[in-house]
T-cell receptor, first 114, second 110 residues
């Protein structure tokens, strides 16, 4: 079983719709992240959470919100989707107790906004 | 602001060739540098992580080096195989953020 799972894996929606992407992990890590990937660009950080009560904006948080429902769950919401939010979205986790602070990624959600 | 650049953007080599992928970064104040592999439509798989105090890490046919003073890392792949075809990403962590390069797309011809 995958350690970091994302649902849905693919989603097509229309402009103006509200969308929620979910991430769950069984690694017991305290830190979780949301990134988006666009063709020709590296991954860019949207939000990150160091524990359930600690949520921080990343590089490109406008138009997005997050919720850390539990240590193992971190959701990303697009309140009113727009076409330029079409991208591949990744959730990642890391363990602050581990010296290298290595990040582990989920399989990604491909989101298309028409 | 940290910037991470990977050159070349794409590379095609015959099977069996040894190759080097490059990653450069602008701010040497980093905690670690991580190399990932990404297959089409898939997530990222961690290959090697080098802490700021280390010079290199090895795993099988892969060797990654880090030179903080010059802001460079290289990923060396020995005896390349068609199964190595993928996009390779480097990521630099400093402060509370990880910055990714755009990746090098590698194609190994059989």
């Amino acid at each position: 079983d995958a350690d970091v799972t994302q649902t849905p894996r693919n989603r097509i929606t229309k402009t103006g719709k509200r969308i929620m992407l979910e991430c769950s992990q069984t690694k017991g890590h305290d830190r979780m992240y949301w990134y988006r990937q666009d063709p020709g660009l590296g991954l860019r950080l949207i939000y990150y959470s160091f524990d359930v009560k600690d949520i921080n904006k990343g590089e490109i948080s406008d138009g997005y919100s997050v919720s850390r429902q539990a240590q193992a769950k971190f959701s990303l919401s697009l309140e009113s989707a727009i076409p330029n939010q079409t991208a591949l979205y990744f959730c990642a986790t890391s363990d602050s107790r581990t010296s290298p602070n290595e990040q582990f990624f989920g399989p990604g959600t491909r989101l298309t906004v028409l | 602001k940290q910037e991470v650049t990977q050159i070349p953007a794409a590379l095609s080599v015959p099977e069996g060739e040894n190759l080097v992928l490059n990653c450069s970064f602008t701010d040497s104040a980093i905690y670690n540098l991580q190399w990932f592999r990404q297959d089409p439509g898939k997530g990222l798989t961690s290959l090697l992580l080098i802490q700021s105090s280390q010079r290199e890490q090895t795993s099988g046919r892969l060797n990654a080096s880090l030179d903080k003073s010059s802001g460079r890392s290289t990923l060396y792949i020995a005896a390349s195989q068609p199964g190595d075809s993928a996009t390779y990403l480097c990521a630099v962590t400093g402060g509370f953020k990880t910055i990714f390069g755009a990746g090098t797309r590698l194609f190994v011809k059989a």
